[in-house]
């Protein structure tokens, strides 16, 4: 598989404040890969930057192997990247379908009206609201929604920023798979940023993991899950020969 996106050394700063410090990582053509991190971790500023809402102040965002870091969000997306935003971000007072119409904003083709059909084929509960305003669906639909209007665009890659925030279990179950679906059938490759790393790491194929601002971990999804680490910070999970050891004394073997 070819490498579809590539950041290297990319520092990105909010004011004064670096957010993101040397982050290089790689999206390999077909795959899911998880970006895992604390409330912080810099991960949101990671997709803000690929997708061209936030402007990197050094290193390289390489889409395709073309460089893109500092061009327009527009043009970001008419490449072949879709973003949805963490919080959804959807137009609250336009319908769900000219939600979804937004989404096709550059295509000139006359296949608009197929692929929302499809969309409602994904996300079978959007359909009973298709003339309504995307205010007065429930979050999880909203989420379906946000990921649909990404979809129209025929992305390539797909950045998806906290999908599962705020969802109950179920729903959160409906997105994970709706994600495993969009990659296998329409071969989105997909940057799936999660504070729900059980999810993450059991739909992915690769995985990060950010601490403040930098890639501290990087290995396939499922040696993620057996590391130690990864198990005690991100997935709940304490080693019963620990049980009296307090957690906050303990060190990450990354540090």
């Known amino acids: 598989m070819a490498d579809l996106l590539e950041l290297r050394n990319v520092e990105t700063y909010y004011g004064p404040i670096m957010a993101i410090r040397g982050v290089s990582m790689k999206v390999r053509e077909g795959q899911i890969v998880a970006l895992l991190g604390a409330n ?20 390289t965002v390489a889409y395709q192997g073309e460089a893109i870091q500092g061009k327009d969000p527009d043009a970001v997306a008419r490449r072949g990247i879709g973003h949805v935003p963490e919080g959804r971000e959807v137009f609250p007072f336009l319908t769900v379908e000219e ?11 006359g ?46 890659l797909m950045l998806l920023d906290e999908p599962s925030l705020g969802l109950s279990p179920r729903l959160v179950h409906e997105i994970a798979a ?10 989105v490759t997909m940057l799936l940023v999660e504070q729900n790393a059980k999810m993450a790491l059991d ?8 601490e403040v601002g930098r890639i501290v971990m990087e290995d396939t999804c499922e040696r993620l899950k057996n590391a130690a680490d990864i198990q005690e910070f991100y997935l709940g999970m304490k080693d019963e020969g620990v049980r009296g050891r307090r957690r906050w004394k303990q060190r990450k073997t990354w540090r």
């Open 40 to 59: 912080g971790a810099g991960k949101t500023t990671v997709l803000k930057t690929i997708s061209g809402a936030m402007d990197p102040q050094k290193g």
């Open 99 to 109: 939600n979804l119409r937004m989404g096709a904003f550059s295509r000139r083709d």
């Open 111 to 156: 296949e608009i009206d197929q692929d929302i059909e499809q969309v409602y084929d994904y996300f079978p509960a959007l359909k009973a609201f298709v003339k309504q305003p995307a205010q007065v669906l429930s979050g999880g639909q909203q989420q379906m929604l946000a990921i649909g209007r990404a979809l129209m665009l025929r992305p390539q």
């Open 178 to 187: 709706i994600v495993q679906r969009l990659n296998r059938e329409r071969g």
């Open 203 to 210: 739909i992915g194929d690769y995985g990060y993991v950010m």
